[in-house]
C-alpha cells in the first residue's frame, strides 16, 4: 500500500543551524509530494509541494526540499533555523481513491525544537 | 484568504453522548476533509466530501458519520462517543478543480475529550 514514512520522532537544533527532516514514501507512480507545518495551536500550512520538473523545490519561510525518485525520499531543508520554525512538520502524498477521489495520505509526523 | 472555521476549540462530552463537530469554509471549495490527529499517528483521514450530499470513507471511518447540506459546511458527527475517540479534529478543505496538487487548507481543530 502507498504509504508516508518520516522516521525522526523528534528533532532539536540550535537556533541558526542547518535542518534536514526525512520523508520517504512507497508509491508505484510519481507521488504529488507535500510538506505541511504545524504551529503550536494552529492547524497546519502548506510549506511547499512537488509532482514534476525540477527535483529541488523551494517553499515559503525559506524552506526548500529535494525529490530523489532512487531513494523515494522528499527531504525537507533549512540552511539556518529560526526559533518561529519551532513546529510539527507532516509529508504527505496525494492519492487517489478506490472511488477516483483525490485525498492526503500524511506521515506521522516530526516535531521540531530549537535551541538558543 | 480563505478560513476554514471550527465550532469549538476544545469540548468536553460523556461516553455515549452524540456529538456533533462543525466545520464552516468561505472560499467556495467543493471539496471537504475530516481527520483526526493523535501523537504518534500523524493525521489519519475520517471521511472526505468532494460535492454536496457526496461523501467517501477515509482510513478510519468506524463510528463516524458525516453530513454535508451545504457546499460551505461540513459535520464529523459521533453517533455514540466513547473514549478512544478522544483526540483532536481538524477540519479542511480545497478548490476541487485544483487537482491532486491542490492545497488544503486546515481549520484550528477541536480538541475533543470523551469521559
Known amino acids: 500500500a502507498q504509504s508516508v514514512t518520516q522516521p525522526d520522532i523528534h528533532i532539536t537544533v540550535s537556533e541558526g543551524a542547518s535542518l534536514e527532516l526525512r520523508c520517504n514514501y512507497s508509491y508505484g507512480a510519481t507521488p504529488y509530494l507535500f510538506w505541511y507545518v504545524q504551529s503550536p495551536g494552529q492547524g497546519l500550512q502548506l510549506l511547499l509541494k512537488y509532482f514534476s520538473g525540477d527535483t529541488l523545490v523551494q517553499g515559503i519561510k525559506g524552506f526548500e526540499a529535494e525529490f530523489k525518485r532512487s531513494q523515494s525520499s522528499f527531504n525537507l531543508r533549512k540552511p539556518s533555523v529560526h526559533w518561529s520554525d519551532a513546529a510539527e512538520y507532516f509529508c504527505a502524498v496525494s492519492l487517489i481513491s478506490n472511488f477516483g477521489n483525490e485525498k492526503l495520505t500524511f506521515g506521522t509526523g516530526t516535531r521540531l525544537t530549537i535551541i538558543p | 484568504d480563505v478560513k476554514v472555521t471550527q465550532s469549538s476549540r476544545y469540548l468536553v462530552k460523556r461516553t455515549g453522548e452524540k456529538v456533533f463537530l462543525e466545520c464552516v469554509q468561505d472560499?467556495?471549495?467543493?471539496?471537504m476533509f475530516w481527520y483526526r490527529q493523535d501523537p504518534g499517528l500523524g493525521l489519519r483521514l475520517i471521511y472526505f466530501?468532494?460535492?454536496?450530499?457526496?461523501?467517501e470513507k477515509g482510513d478510519i471511518p468506524e463510528g463516524y458519520s458525516v453530513s454535508r447540506e451545504k457546499k460551505e459546511r461540513f459535520s464529523l458527527i459521533l453517533e455514540s462517543a466513547s473514549t478512544n475517540q478522544t483526540s483532536m479534529y481538524l477540519c479542511?478543505?480545497?478548490?476541487?478543480?485544483?487537482?491532486?496538487?491542490?492545497?488544503?487548507?486546515f481549520g484550528p481543530g477541536t480538541r475533543l475529550t470523551v469521559t
Open positions: 472560499m467556495d471549495h467543493e471539496n
Open positions: 479542511a478543505s480545497r478548490a476541487g478543480l485544483a487537482g491532486p496538487l491542490g492545497e488544503q487548507y
Open positions: 466530501s468532494y460535492d454536496v450530499k457526496m461523501k
